[in-house]
Each structure stands twice: as C-alpha cells, then as structure tokens.
C-alpha cells in the first residue's frame, strides 16, 4: 500500500540504542561478579574476551554523558545476571548497587531505561549443574533473578524485556552453553523453547503482581522469510522456515499456543513436544505488554525434499562477503540468497522493506504493540584523520527509519526503535572487527589501545533525527 499522507512519529516516541551486558561492560569478575556462559566462552581468544571489551562497567557515566549528547530519550541495556546472583543462587550485593548507579545516572540525563534481563549470559554454575536452559529448575533460579530486578529497580525502570532472541538462541545453542552431551538438537530446541516460554509467563506474572505499572514483553530475533519463487513448494518452505522459527515460539510467549503442523512434524520424528495441561493454561493466563523484536536481515527460502542432506545454520566468521552457508532442513526449508538484496561483508541481506513487513505481520497476528529494539549494519571502521566516516551505516539506519515510520503509517503501534548498538561492543561472532555503534571505541581484537569514545558521523545523524522526531532524516547537511 502507498500512502497519500503519512503519519508523524508519535510525541513520546522512544528514539534509543543498545548493547547487552557482557558485550559492553568488562569487569568479568569484578565486585563479586561470577562467572557467566559468556565469559566462560570467549576466553579462547587473549584479547576478544569479556575482561574488557568496551569498558563500560568503569566509564559508564562518561557513556551516558555521550547519550544525553546524542539525544536519547531511551536507552536498552541488560542486567548482567552473574553480577547480581554469581552462582544463580547468593545475592550479590554490589551488583545491585552498579546498576542503581547506572540507572540513576541515566534517569539524571532524562533517559527512560529499558532493562533487558537476560542476554545470553546466565550463571556458568547453573549451566554446569543442569545443563543451563535445558533444566526446569532454570525457571525458578530465573524468576528469583528477575523478582530482584523488580523490586530494587522497578521504582525507577518502566520497560522490560524477558529473555533476548529465545528463538534465536535455540537455532545456534552454542550462544548459551551448547547442547548437553547425547541429546539430540532437536529436542534440546523444543525443551529449551518450552522452559524459556514459562520462564518468560512466570517473570511476566511476577512483573505485574510487584509493577502494576510497568511494561513487559518478549524479544524476538526476525528475519522474515520470502518464498526463493512463486512455486508453491517454495511458499510453503517460507511457511515452514516462518512457523518453525518464528511463530512457533513466539505464539508460546504470546498466546499460549503450539503451532500444529509444528506438533505433527515432531510426533513424526518420535518426539511427543505437546504441553501438558497445566503449563498449557499457564502461558495462555499471560499477556505481554507487548513484543520487542531485533531485525537485521530478511532470509528467503526454498524447497528441501526429505532426502536431502542436513545442514545446521551457520556463521561467516570471517567477514569474508560469500562465505556464509545456508541451513537445509530437509522436509521443510534451505536458505538460499536475495538476488534483489545488497548484503553486508558478513552475507546479512539488506532489506529495509522487511522491517515493515515484519512489523505488518506480527502485529497482524498477535496484536500487540510493537518495540524495535536491535537493528543495525556491522561493518569493519576505519578511523581516519580521527574521524569515523560511517556513511553506509547512515543509510542503512535511514532507510530502515523511513520503513518503520511507513509501518507506523499502515497502522502499526510501534512505541520505540533502538539501533544496535549505542557504541562499539564485542560483536557476538565477530569480536571488534564488526562495529555497528554510534560511538568509536579505540581498540581492536589484538590490542586494547586507548579505549577512547569518538563519535561517528552517525551519532551526528542520529542526533539530527531525534531531535527533530524522524522529521530530519534525509537531510545529509545536516551531518557534521
Ligand atoms: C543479536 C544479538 C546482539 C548482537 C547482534 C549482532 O542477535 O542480540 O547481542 O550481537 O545480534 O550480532 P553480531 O554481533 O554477531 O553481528
């Protein structure tokens, strides 16, 4: 649909930016921190671990000064679980008080925070003892977790998120501790999917017994997917990769619901993934406030016949433009590439249109307000006469800007956007060679150098366009 007039973004519109915790703090085991499945994956490397990455724990009001300078009315970091229960059980004091720090200092600037409260990074302890999400018990450790965070922090924080990308991090489980040994990823995916889900309803629950006022929702990691042709096996591949992938467990978080074809495909495999009555009732009792989701990318999909060779999704590691491989999983969908689409050097598909077809459908199915709360390009920087040209990252983020506001204008409640990511973190794959911040953080994968911000000529973009409520987003004068 074409619009004759389009809507302005809302008044209170959340303009905002992100990072998680153990991308962007350090301080690993500082003040009583424990040890996270983070930080007991990313010590391969001397350099590429969560000792230091952006050092934030240490400069956290000199980052939130550069904030307050860039404009943002809203910011969305995570809680780091390990600071305030190490071992997932004794409270750790000082963690408490970092993040009482953090976001008095933010609210002193006017900046609404939304609270992420897990990201990847639960006790190492828990996932030693029981295998981490792949345990019931991970339920309660995680309710008595977030309980802390509402009660101590809830009469400052309005905005919350559950669990980052649950749909994602069961796709790729090596993100949060991997599969435990002799269980087949299948079903570690389906029991993940169910434990995350009533985590998710018990924290919500929680959330609006102690903050009545308070907002609390899912997070969600989209790509869309487009049939590879108008062949209807292709449409029905992108119906399955959609279903399997996204809706499956987000109708878990949102409506209580298992997706029948998805029940089917497993009964068919040995695999009995029906719900017992009483978690079935549980989750259809919850109602998030609404859904955030991350979008970088789109994915197109194809026919894959059941004789065809497995192949489990996988990442270009490298930054090497070709070097990603498609998943195949045969009976349902292959990935296969977007002759339409420009892609970054890490093969992610650019697609400014996705987003607003994204926002279209999820709210056409579960309507509930929507937040965006990671979207963003990676891409290797170059710092040049002490200066950050990042011209491809403006028009990626304005591009998809004016997506979201064609959303908005198609009739979509959209309460916030937040790029990802505030400055330069540890990228998740790729360490420091992939940027995707505002703010320039002087270091590197070999060496830690100054660890200096430096703004972009994004962050001077982005501030034009806050400040003029998505009017200013074209205007390139108006950079510096
Ligand atoms: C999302 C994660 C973020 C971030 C982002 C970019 O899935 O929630 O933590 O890392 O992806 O990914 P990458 O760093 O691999 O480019």
Redesign the pocket.
Known sequence: MEHLVQKPFPDDFLWGAAT?AY?VEGAFDEEGKGLSVQDAKNFSNPVHNTTVTSDHYHRFREDVALMKSLGLKSYRFSIAWTRIYPDGVTLNPQGIIFYNQLIDELLKQGIEPLVTLY??DHPQALQQAWGGWYDDRMIDYFARFAQTCFNEFGDRVSYFMTL??SN?VVLYPDLIGGVPEGVAVEAWRFQVSRIMALANAKVITLCHEILPQAKIGPCI?YAVAYAATCAPQDVLAAMNEDEFRTFYPLDLLCLGRQNPTVVSFFAQRGLDIRLAEHERITLKNVRPDFIAF?Y?QSDVAKYCPLASQETQPG?NADGQKGGFKYPHFPGLYAGDSNPYLQRND?D?EIDPVGLRIACRKLYDRYQLPLMIT?N?L?ACDSLIGGEINDVYRINYLQQHIAQMRLAISDGVPIWGYYP??FMD?M????GYH?R?GFVYIDRDDQQLKTLRRIKKASFYWYQQVISSNGKQLFNQESCK
């Open positions: 998680a991308q990201h990847f980052c990308e994602n990691g991350n970088y990442f890490w992610w990671e963003g990676g990802w990511s973190v990228s998740t794959s790729n992939k995707y």
